[in-house]
């Protein structure tokens, strides 16, 4: 099963970076986000909002579409030094990190004015790990759907104001709300 998960995505990483980079007369484009995780408490334990960090690379495709492959890390801490496994109490804060891949395709408002709306879906694999928790490391599909607006500095830098829901595929403690400020770089 995991080899099957691999080849999934390893066929989804090349296909992406083909189309991306096949696409003569297309603008390519680097970005980096930094931003707040907003997180739901799971059963019985506290959780703290966290931090999140991306970067992409991408393309546009006709007049109001990108197409990019994004890279996410994600931090925030669990409160569970109330709370007992087993017969165990846990004595320490958890920390929950989540890495994702994701492909993401963007629909943007063009317009005669420097800020430009645009709304965001991707789909993905994503990778959960426990410190310091009961829970085990999870691995599954993942997506996210999200808008934003983005304000052109110059021809070439735009500045990015984003809000995303991501989810993991049956994995309830991966499930976030984000704010993202971000920096894209036209070439």
């Not at 799971?42 to 999140?52: A, F, L, P, Q, T």
């Not at 017969?87 to 420097?114: C, T």
């Not at 309830?172 to 400020?181: A, G, K, R």
Request: charged share 20%.
């Amino acid at each position: 099963m995991k080899n099957g998960k691999k080849a999934y995505l390893s066929c989804m990483i090349a296909t992406l970076f083909l189309f991306i980079f096949t696409t003569a007369h297309a603008e390519h484009y680097a970005s980096v986000n930094i931003g707040y995780s907003i997180t739901d408490d799971i059963g019985d334990w506290e959780s703290k909002n966290g931090v999140s960090v991306s970067a992409a690379a991408g393309t546009t495709i006709g007049e109001n579409f990108r197409g990019e492959l994004e890279l996410s890390y994600s931090i925030y801490k669990l409160d569970f030094n109330k709370y007992y496994y087993g017969y165990y109490p846990l004595s320490e804060d958890g920390r929950i990190m989540n890495m994702a891949v994701l492909a993401n395709g963007y629909f943007d408002w063009k317009n005669s004015s420097k800020f430009t709306p645009f709304l965001t879906a991707g789909l993905g694999f994503a990778w959960d790990a426990w410190r310091n928790g009961p829970k085990n490391n999870a691995n599954a599909l993942a997506w996210q759907i999200g808008a934003g607006v983005g304000y052109a500095l110059s021809d070439k830098i735009s500045l990015d104001l984003k809000l995303r829901h991501f989810e993991m595929a049956g994995d309830e403690h991966s499930t976030t709300n984000n704010m993202y400020f971000g920096v894209r770089y036209s070439f």
